[in-house]
């Protein structure tokens, strides 16, 4: 009965064997579905709604209004601080295969017309971990939102903070924090996304400092591992444990939001906040479809490895 | 690095604990048999303390992480009980319970009112299990945070003493919110309109130690660590094998004098010949002496350049490519 509730095995989403044609296979209802469908779906599963991972690049096709993107801060990457074995080669691996050079892309856009300073994390680059450059990068984010009156819009996935970087990473949970009080102390608004999967540092720093939070449906969100929780409890977890669904509940987030409704409840939050409108658009509100993963290089749909 | 391989320091922790464990076999035998072995058991012992010296003349990163955990090492309730007056604990964060794992307090130190905040590790296992090893629920940062805001309306500085292996790390803790109670502390404590000094005198575990260590200045106990993930937890993770523990205390960068040059840490605070346990005293003193240098300063700077200040700070650690 629970079975819709049953998370993926982590197992099952890196598996590799999606085929790389016209099909992809739901890791969650294990249908097999005609890739363009599931594109035209915003890579949720017609079948049985499972959200699937996106790419940075995927969210801001979805997000934003088209060609409204300016990116900041393109190249700004890592150091390698610590000299830690194999940091350089996983830093150099993540850019190839995502395009980028961080787990982080933020830049400003619009919304529906509503300006707005965004930035969207990207799971596939290194879990969407958090060093010295993506923490740099949304604080810069907070302070261009301040310097310009402009909200701030954040896409969180991410396992936490970067450990190659030591207590570099940790402490970009108290620069992307201050750089966030000082955007709630200018008055201005700020919406944090949980996408799949939010944990460890970035929960416990940006991503649960929202005015707003919204999470995508089935997204895993929370503060420690289930692993590491149950081997201290001592007892097994139910399978909704930290799930977006179980955070409503819990009262730790504001909205479950499905990836179709996401972008004009955005904008709808947005317009509340007193964004200003730059222009009225002629562009739908519906959703932008994601195109054929065919016509990119990469493509979002393997799933993520750290 | 050196410090990355096992070679002569493993050989000394083997020696160490095969005359360790020499002694203990003899102070057996001497108790059971009734016989007076005190000569060999002195001989031994003074053996064991050469070692001893060797080690810790140059201890490794992960000899410092065993220091940090020592059970022995002063708990906050020594330093609380030897550098202030006046101590009133505060209980309870008004929402939810008192979380022991967390110590709140109004004391004066000489003469003058703060605030102190600290992980609450015990000293026996009895007092651990009661103090959770000083591993917070989300109300034990909620307790701090109204604590701290007490500083602020009176301009009180705030003392916070970090010791811990990090926030709890259970379903309730999830349930209730550490994700956000830690983050909450972190914002909060970055523009908190009143001085505040952070000292790390055992473990900084992560957020967890992080949730109350934002401040003005920070200063560490010489053998203290202070890290992103424990050795074993980046061991596990990065080389699925968490008994390369050793290895990854290395390449961590959790030591004092590491955190220094990554100017996280603005101060070491010295520490006695072979760690605080040894000499408990001493290492109090020194935090007691940094507590007479600093502290007149901070108060005495207006409260937005001390934000200001407090931004920049922590807004330039970090290393980056452009």
């Known amino acids: 009965m629970l079975n819709w509730l049953r998370r993926p095995k982590y197992s099952s989403l890196q598996r590799r064997d999606m085929p790389a044609g016209l099909w992809a296979k739901c890791p969650r209802c294990s249908n097999l579905i005609y890739r363009k469908e599931l594109e035209r779906n915003l890579k949720v599963c017609p079948k049985c709604g499972f959200h699937h991972r996106l790419t940075a690049t995927e969210r801001l096709e979805i997000t934003l209004d088209q060609d409204s993107f300016e990116e900041a801060d393109a190249e700004l990457t890592s150091a390698d601080p610590l000299k830690f074995e194999g940091y350089p080669q996983k830093l150099q691996e993540a850019k190839e295969k995502t395009g980028g050079a961080e787990a982080v892309i933020t830049g400003e856009g619009t919304i529906d017309g509503h300006r707005t300073v965004v930035g969207v994390l990207d799971f596939h680059f290194m879990g969407g971990s958090m060093g010295s450059a993506v923490g740099e990068k949304v604080a810069r984010a907070a302070e261009q939102a301040r310097d310009r009156q402009l909200p701030l819009v954040m896409f969180s996935a991410s396992g936490g903070a970067r450990m190659q970087e030591g207590a570099l990473s940790l402490m970009q949970l108290a620069k992307t924090s201050a750089a966030v009080g000082r955007l709630h102390d200018a008055g201005l608004p700020y919406i944090s996304i949980m996408c799949d999967p939010t944990t460890g540092g970035v929960t416990a720093s940006f991503a649960f400092l929202g005015d707003v939070i919204l999470a995508e449906p089935g997204a895993l969100i929370g503060f420690a591992g289930r692993r590491v929780i149950e081997q201290t409890i001592r007892r097994k977890l139910p399978d909704d444990f930290q799930t977006a669904e179980f955070c409503l509940n819990k009262g730790l987030i504001d909205l479950v939001v499905t990836r179709s409704d996401m972008r004009s409840t955005v904008a709808r939050l947005l317009s509340f906040f007193g964004a200003p409108r730059v222009e009225p658009v002629a562009v739908a509100v519906e959703p932008a479809t994601l195109e054929p993963a065919d016509a990119r290089a990469g493509g979002g749909s393997s799933a993520a490895e750290q | ?322």
């Open chain 2, 1 to 322: 690095m050196a410090a990355t391989s096992p070679g002569p320091s493993t050989d000394l922790d083997r020696q160490l604990q095969d005359l360790e464990g020499e002694i203990e076999r003899l102070r057996r035998l001497s108790r059971d048999q009734a016989i007076d072995l005190g000569g060999e058991i002195a001989t031994i012992e003074a053996r064991a303390e050469d070692v001893r010296k060797k080690i810790y003349t140059n201890p490794t990163p992960w000899h410092i992480v065993q220091l940090a955990r020592h059970p022995q090492r002063p708990r906050l309730v020594d330093f609380v009980a030897s550098l202030f007056t006046d101590v009133v604990e505060l209980h309870g964060d008004r929402l939810f319970r008192d979380d022991p794992a967390m110590l709140t307090a109004l004391a004066r130190f000489e003469g003058r009112p703060v605030v102190v905040v600290g992980h609450n590790k015990g000293k026996d296992t009895k007092e651990n299990i009661a103090r959770n090893f000083g591993m917070p629920y989300p109300e034990g940062y909620r307790k701090a945070l109204r604590v701290m805001r007490l500083a602020e309306k009176f301009h009180y500085p705030v003392i916070a003493f970090v010791d811990t292996p990090g926030a709890f790390p259970g379903d309730e803790a999830e349930e209730r919110g550490q994700a956000e109670a830690i983050a909450r502390n972190i914002e909060e404590m970055s523009r908190l309109r009143t001085p505040v000094m952070v000292v790390i005198t055992g473990e900084g575990g992560s957020g967890g130690a992080l949730a109350i260590a934002v401040g003005d200045l920070t200063l560490m106990l010489q053998y203290a660590i202070y890290t992103v993930i424990s050795p074993e937890g980046c061991a596990a993770i990065l080389w699925r094998d968490a008994t390369k523990a050793a290895e990854a205390a290395a390449a961590l960068r959790l030591t004092a004098k590491d955190l220094q040059a990554l100017e996280i840490v603005d101060e070491i605070l010295p520490e006695p010949f072979g760690g605080a346990h040894r000499d408990p005293e001493a290492a109090i003193t020194a935090v007691r002496s940094a507590l007479q240098r600093h502290l007149p300063g901070m108060g005495q700077m207006p409260v937005e350049a001390l934000l200001e200040q407090r931004y920049a700070k922590y807004r330039h650690i970090g290393r980056i490519v452009a």
